[in-house]
């Protein structure tokens, strides 16, 4: 009986010790400036640590048809749009981030950013869950 106790609070603790409170805003994003290799250059890298697991993401630059017929627009190139990869943060000086695996693939940096995508192991909400929205660069 004692063991079955001690086991029931070692696994309580367990339990408890890896629970996470989460609230509020829960990502960060950063504008792309560069890339040569696996070396992503932001705007502010302030809110990116190693370890984080992050998304590039390319969000807007598809042509779409801008004539005045019936086809106006309809998606005539996606450029990149949406493209989008994830990865993790292994390095980090000033605002070069290095990732550990990352193949570019995207034709240019223009409105590329970096979205920290933050992992819960055992999360609790404890108040609304916000994401920050997006400024458009």
Excluded: E
């Excluded at 010790?17 to 070396?39: E, F, H, K, M, R």
């Excluded at 590039?56 to 630059?61: E, Q, R």
């Excluded at 749009?81 to 000086?93: C, M, Q, V």
């Excluded at 819960?120 to 404890?126: I, R």
């Amino acid at each position: 009986m004692k063991k079955i106790a001690f086991l029931l609070i070692l696994i309580s603790t367990a339990y408890s010790v890896t629970a996470q409170n989460i609230s509020g805003v829960i990502n960060d994003y950063a504008q792309v400036t560069g890339i040569n290799l696996n070396v992503i250059t932001l705007n502010n890298a302030a809110n990116f640590n190693i370890g984080d697991r992050i998304l590039i993401v390319k969000m807007k630059g598809a042509t779409i048809d801008q004539t005045n017929t019936n086809t106006y627009g309809d998606t005539l190139s996606m450029n990149d749009a949406g493209r989008y990869l994830f990865s993790n943060i292994i390095a980090k000086t000033a605002n070069d981030v290095t990732l550990d695996t990352f193949c570019n693939i995207f034709d240019t940096i223009q409105h590329i950013q970096m979205v920290r995508v933050p992992i819960y192991s055992n999360p609790t909400v404890t108040a609304t869950l916000t994401c920050t929205p997006w400024n458009g660069t």
